[in-house]
């Protein structure tokens, strides 16, 4: 079948090299994509908020499924608008309604969704403008560090941990006034978790679901989990501490009650749900954060070790035949690098000359943000490449990424050489 994923990013990429893996797939379009997209398929300049040219280039292409990589379509209703429209309507879109999306799209959606289901996560309440001064007495009263979330789409930026009240405060009245624009609008006050924080992915058609391999991701900037927080620096999969009882835990507390919060809530969910998870010191596990799509980077660490075909396994989520398949799991661990331009996640450079992919053979190179200029790979974006490594050994898989992340080259480049650094 003819396929069309929307994305231009490092987990677009690593969608099409496993999507053209596939006996499935017979032309894979991305749209916008990057250079790294176009070895597996053709890229085609469409914006993946520009729905009406996504239509015309599905209806022009014959496009047979299509799978969304990246949130904000999916929080603007994608799914919904393929439903609507009768030439559309039949094209399997691989991603959650508008209203499933929310789960990402609104923080405080999610948390209400959560508490409404019984599924552990941190107290919290929220506020916005009109309420200013009772969130301002409600910050006085919480124990530090606090959390303040901007309510809606921040690109991976909107969560500020404030280490006093007074630092809390002014965070507040900032992304009240705006600091993230209308992201924070509304703003979550949550109580602070202290413990490790893994990821689990699910596929699911909302009624039935399957376990993707889990992992673990870098947010901070810094080396020892220092600064400011990025889209993410590295991630490993799967994360040595997390335990099949881990795992029975957080499938029975957390999956199932919020696969079975879908159907009783009337939720239309067909694709992927993130669960960003905290193991608290007393090893209990809540929910941090859900993502309506997969993770980046951790996409690049996650899908390198699914064995199965997953044009198959989205052909079944949308047939409602996802409870006949196994998941097969690569028991080699992944190890993902993300190689940065200086300066981000602030201000930083664009079109500097990439060199030295070519002379990796041990290590899978993603690309996140580059582009192709006068027959020459540049930099395009804050996070640029994305190096991945399986070994039986986990510490040795890191070792592999670290080494090949050294042979590349560009003006600025900037990587964690700690990643790992607390397993």
């Known amino acids: 079948m003819n396929i069309l994923l929307l994305g231009s990013g490092g987990r677009e990429h690593t969608f099409a090299w496993k999507i053209t893996q596939s006996k499935l797939c017979t032309q894979l379009f991305t749209a916008p994509g990057n250079p790294g997209t176009a070895q597996f398929g053709i890229n085609i300049n469409v914006e993946v908020t520009d729905f009406e040219g996504i239509k015309n280039l599905v209806l022009e292409k014959n496009v047979e499924m299509v799978v969304v990589g990246p949130e904000v379509p999916l929080v603007e209703g994608i799914y919904d608008f393929f439903l609507e429209d ?35 996560t941190a107290a919290y309440k929220e506020f916005t403008s009109e309420n200013l001064e009772e969130g301002l007495s409600y910050i006085e009263k919480q124990n530090i560090p606090i959390v303040l979330k901007a309510d809606g789409l921040a690109a991976g930026k909107g969560v500020l941990i404030c280490q006093s009240i007074e630092e809390a405060k002014e965070e507040f009245r900032e992304m009240l006034s705006g600091k993230f624009g209308d992201a924070s609008s509304k703003v979550v ?3 602070f978790m202290d413990g490790i924080e893994f990821s689990v992915f699910v596929l699911t058609d909302g009624k039935d679901y399957k376990i993707l391999p889990s992992a673990k991701d870098y947010k901070r900037i810094g080396e020892g989990d220092s600064g400011l927080n990025t889209g993410g620096m590295g991630a490993v999969s799967p994360p040595p501490f997390v335990t099949d009882d881990m795992m029975k835990m957080v499938e029975e507390k957390i999956i199932q009650p919020t696969i079975a919060g879908f159907q009783k809530d009337k939720i239309v969910y067909i694709g992927f749900v993130y669960i960003g998870l905290m193991v608290l010191k007393n090893g209990e596990i809540k929910v941090v954060e859900y993502n309506c799509r997969m993770g980046d980077p951790e996409t690049e660490a996650v899908l ?20 006949t398949v196994n998941i097969q799991e690569d028991q080699r661990a992944a190890v993902t690098i993300i190689l940065s331009s200086g300066g981000y996640p602030g201000d930083f450079e664009k079109g500097k000359v990439i060199n030295g992919i070519d002379e990796i053979n041990d290590s899978i190179v993603f690309h996140a943000g580059t582009k192709t200029e006068n027959g020459k790979l540049i930099t395009n974006g804050g996070r640029v490449l994305a190096v991945t490594s399986l070994h039986e050994n986990w510490k040795e898989a890191i070792r592999i990424s670290n080494k090949n992340a050294e042979k590349i080259s560009f003006e600025g480049k900037y990587f964690r050489r700690d990643i790992g650094f607390d397993l």
């Open 86 to 120: 009768d030439q559309l309507k039949n094209i399997p879109v691989i991603g959650p309604s508008k209203n499933g999306a929310q789960l990402e799209g609104s923080k405080a959606f999610s948390k209400a969704f959560m508490i409404r289901h019984n599924i552990p």
């Open 189 to 191: 006050i949550e109580e």
């Open 304 to 323: 390198p070790r699914l064995g199965n075909d997953i044009v198959e396994l989205f052909s079944k989520t949308v047939n409602g035949e996802l409870s």
